[in-house]
């Protein structure tokens, strides 16, 4: 780390502390002896949603965020949920480090932590990412809601969303049904 009075390469870290988006840390420098902060941030890589024309566009948490909260609005959802399963799918994203994900997937993603947690936010995002075009479209996802049935295949990517996070629900007790 060069120094920002006398430009030396050589320094020597006195106090690291997290912080919010990072680390901050306090250097003195080997050479003139002055003290500066720097703040080191964690960057990932970024990551790629491949569009069903095959465009490619940068992920972006905040489109996820508003979809999500579309389909929520006025449901009885704590907000909490909301921005767990955001997070959880943005976290297994990550995780899976191949820097690129089907926009099926991703919806899929979204679908899967839906119902579980409320039928008719799960239905609204459906008729949006099925694209229903009338009341026979509703009333078919409705019956594969209530029969129990899966959603369609996934890709790789997300078959291995799915079986790392049945694997960390095993650990912590939980039951895969």
């Known amino acids: 780390m060069k120094c920002p009075y006398c430009e030396e390469s050589q320094s020597k870290v006195t106090d690291s502390r997290d912080t ?33 024309d095959g465009r490619r566009q940068e992920f972006d948490r905040a489109k996820l965020q508003t979809g999500v909260d579309i389909a929520c609005t006025r449901r009885p959802l704590p907000r909490r949920d909301v921005d767990r399963l955001v997070d959880d799918i943005e976290t297994e994203l990550q995780r899976l480090g191949s820097g690129l994900v089907k926009s099926r997937d991703l919806g899929l993603m979204v679908l899967e932590r839906l119902r579980p947690l409320d039928e008719v936010a799960y239905m609204r995002y459906a008729s949006v990412y099925y694209d229903f075009q009338d009341a026979n479209d509703f009333e078919e ?37």
Request: charged content about 35%.
């Open 20 to 52: 919010e988006n990072g680390i901050r840390r306090r250097r003195e420098c080997l050479s003139c002896g002055r003290r500066f902060t720097t703040h080191e941030q964690v960057r990932l890589p970024t990551l790629l949603v491949e569009k069903r």
């Open 141 to 177: 996802r409705a019956r594969t809601l209530k029969e129990g049935q899966p959603e369609p295949l996934m890709s790789v990517v997300a078959m291995a969303s799915r079986r790392t996070r049945q694997r960390r629900t095993t650990r912590r007790g939980g039951t895969n049904a």
